[in-house]
């Protein structure tokens, strides 16, 4: 079977990883106090090194693993379960945790006594001959300590922590009102037309209601499949309009704050200040970069609308002298149908063949051949959840341990909503790095047993998130993963978004499906037809991503909106400007985005940016031979091994042999 390779060889028991989850709020809190104090010890540490004792061993190398950074267990341990606990108040304690962290990581930045013995240090002649890899790290000291506004007076200061710090307040309380939206709306089945019956009934009350939630098991197949178009428009409503309390006036305060730290610290707005140490350096280098694909996608989008309304007249009965047009709501639904009529992909259908474990297994399996390792999954081991699985991996030729990653594959109430990874443990000395996966991929039916199946979309999600958990595990080198070295947030998407190609080979495809009863894989016209429908509607996905892209600059840029009012103006104006579908009433996604309200903020035109680089690596390196061993271990060592430690593009043009362009990215979506 599948999992035979991944089962333990050895009659031992593999070893876990270096982490004890607290059960109680007094464990976490025990945590954080020993984190402050570590962090603390450290810093008077290095403060207190005299002029002939400077080096990198004194000075540099305690900064580099510093207690709060995550090459500390205990910081993981603390701050992990706000997003997964089914406790609400050990997730509030670890919660509190974070932002704890994110303030003594915020003080750490400002010691004077610590920057004074860096900058001395860099001075020395020891400084002067380091390697390029350590040199890196003293550089991205001196940087962090720069940008933390080391360079301003006291008064300025004081202000420049006050922002950060009600940030940070802002940015925890806009995710609590995503995580504890208890919002449920409740139809009955003739509502949900189109919608499959077993996934109605599952969500049946006594009362013979539907309960539906804002959660993407519930949103995905509304939208995609229900015939009922009022269903869907108040489906969208509750979520674009209604739910997450005060989230657009979060919205409002974070970017008013962003926009004062970055004039502080000398930049013109947030988005010059978060470019600054991007593959993009600024954001003209983005525009001009989102210009030339916005141009080309539009007319294939134009296209892909016209196409959706002549669906819907069809559909609805809608005469020629009518008018109709395509609303917010009817995207999805008719992209779906047009995909079963015009190109013959059932998605629905196809499901059958996508059963999860078959996916997940399989999935591991690839990886382990692409990329030479061997995972061994642990069954006795500490966890926040019974469904948790975790695995050891090792270096399938010489052996040693890579590391370890825990599954966290299905919803539960108070989990983190979305699909994401979670670097817990990073590499240090002896250390291997642990990964954490949390998906909201369906469960197996709890009432009728039946195996939980993957629409594709899902599977290339798992793939795409799969990618992340073996960045963070095979990245070599003391601290190459951490703060100081951090993969550049618009390089970060781009290996799983290479990897994401093996979902759509011939061969990738039939590996990955094996239909839930008959063992069979996807037939070949399905497989052929679901490849050939790649692009379809690609046009219109692509403005959505620079609609999305361009209102994360704007609102980073140099007039945020100052209120809820001028956000719901900008998205008014915007979506139909680029992304061709108009607004609804009081609409705003906004409310429910979470990437801008975290550290992805102006930050989101990586995807693309991303996407472009690794469309050029798939095609360079891998299409010839997707399953080749030689070429998974290049771009392993290649792209993979350095994390963020010297200059991504150089070792991307290493591994492609020239530097990169858009064409492969335009031709493989069909635009070119």
Not at 428 to 457: E, I, S
Not at 533 to 543: D, F, I, R, W, Y
Not at 595 to 609: C, D, F, K
Not at 610 to 631: G, I, K, N, Q
């Amino acid at each position: 079977s599948s999992l035979s390779t991944m089962s333990s060889t050895t009659g031992d028991a593999p070893e876990g990883p270096a982490i004890s989850w607290p059960s109680t709020e007094a464990e976490i809190n025990e945590r954080v106090q020993a984190v402050i104090q570590a962090t603390e010890v450290t810093l008077d540490k290095v403060a207190a090194v005299p002029d002939a004792e400077l080096s990198f061993v004194t000075v540099i190398e305690p900064l580099m693993s510093i207690e709060h950074y995550k090459t500390n267990p205990q910081v993981c341990e603390a701050k992990f379960l706000q997003h997964c606990s089914v406790d609400p108040a050990l997730r509030a304690a670890a919660d509190k945790a974070g932002t704890t962290f994110a303030a003594i990581k915020a003080k750490a930045r400002t010691r004077d006594d610590v920057y004074a013995r860096v900058k001395a240090y860099s001075a020395t002649p020891e400084a002067a001959g380091l390697a390029v890899y350590e040199a890196h790290f003293v550089q991205a000291i001196l940087e962090g300590f720069e940008r933390s506004g080391l360079a301003l007076d006291e008064k300025q200061r004081a202000e420049l922590q006050a922002l950060r710090d009600a940030d940070t307040a802002v940015c925890a309380r806009y995710s609590t009102n995503l995580a504890e939206d208890k919002t449920e709306l409740r139809f009955k089945p003739a509502d949900l037309a189109g919608c499959p019956p077993e996934w109605i009934v599952s969500r049946t009350d006594p009362a013979g209601d539907v309960v539906v939630t804002l959660k993407y098991p519930d949103i995905i197949p509304v939208l995609q499949l229900c015939e009922v178009s009022e269903t869907r428009r108040r489906l969208s409503a509750a979520k674009e309009c209604d739910a997450f309390k005060d989230n657009l006036e979060l919205v409002a305060e974070g970017i008013a704050l962003r926009k004062k730290i970055a004039v502080l610290l000398g930049y013109p707005t947030w988005a010059h200040y978060a470019t600054a140490t991007r593959m993009s350096g600024s954001p003209e280098k983005i525009q001009a970069f989102l210009g030339p694909l916005r141009e080309k996608a539009r007319a294939g989008a134009s296209r892909d609308v016209d196409a959706l309304v002549a669906l819907k007249r069809e559909h609805q009965g809608i005469a020629a002298d009518d008018a109709a047009s395509l609303n917010a709501w009817d995207v999805s639904f008719y992209s779906a149908l047009r995909l079963k009529k015009d190109h013959g992909v059932d998605h629905e259908a196809a499901r059958a063949y996508f059963p999860l474990d078959h996916v997940v297994e399989t999935t591991m399996q690839i990886y382990q051949e692409l990329l030479s390792l061997k995972f061994t999954e642990i069954l006795k081991f500490e966890s926040w959840h019974p469904e948790v699985r975790l695995f050891v991996v090792h270096d399938a030729k010489e052996g040693h341990r890579m590391g370890h990653f825990y599954l966290d594959l299905h919803p539960r109430p108070g989990k983190y909503g979305h699909a994401a990874i979670f670097h817990l443990l990073k590499r240090w000395k002896d250390q291997t790095p642990v990964d954490c996966m949390l998906c909201n991929l369906p469960a197996p039916d709890a009432k009728t047993g039946q195996p939980a199946l993957l629409r594709h979309f899902n599977c290339v999600t798992f793939f795409h998130e799969f990618g992340h958990i073996m960045h963070g595990l095979l990245s070599e080198g003391d601290g190459n993963s951490t703060t100081l070295a951090k993969c550049p947030r618009d390089f970060v998407e781009a290996p799983s978004q290479m990897l994401e190609n093996w979902c759509w080979t011939a061969e990738g495809l039939r590996r990955l499906s094996k239909h839930v009863d008959t063992g069979e894989p996807l037939p070949d016209a399905m497989l052929q037809a679901m490849i050939a429908a790649k692009n379809v509607g690609e046009g219109l996905s692509m403005l959505r991503q620079l609609y999305l892209s361009t209102l994360d600059l704007e609102i980073h840029g140099e007039n945020p909106p100052a209120d809820a009012a001028g956000l719901q103006a900008l998205v008014d104006k915007l979506r139909p400007e680029i992304s061709l579908v108009s607004n609804p009433p009081n609409a705003n996604m906004l409310r429910s985005f979470g990437h801008l309200m975290n550290q992805y903020s102006a930050a989101y035109y990586g995807y693309l940016w991303a996407e472009v680089l690794s469309a050029d690596m798939f095609r360079e390196r891998f299409e010839a031979d997707p399953f080749s061993a030689e070429a998974g271990m290049r771009y392993r060592k290649q792209v993979l091994a350095p994390g963020g430690v010297g200059k991504i593009a150089d070792h991307l043009e290493k591994f492609l042999g020239r530097p990169p362009t858009q064409e492969a990215f335009l031709s493989s979506r069909g635009i070119l």
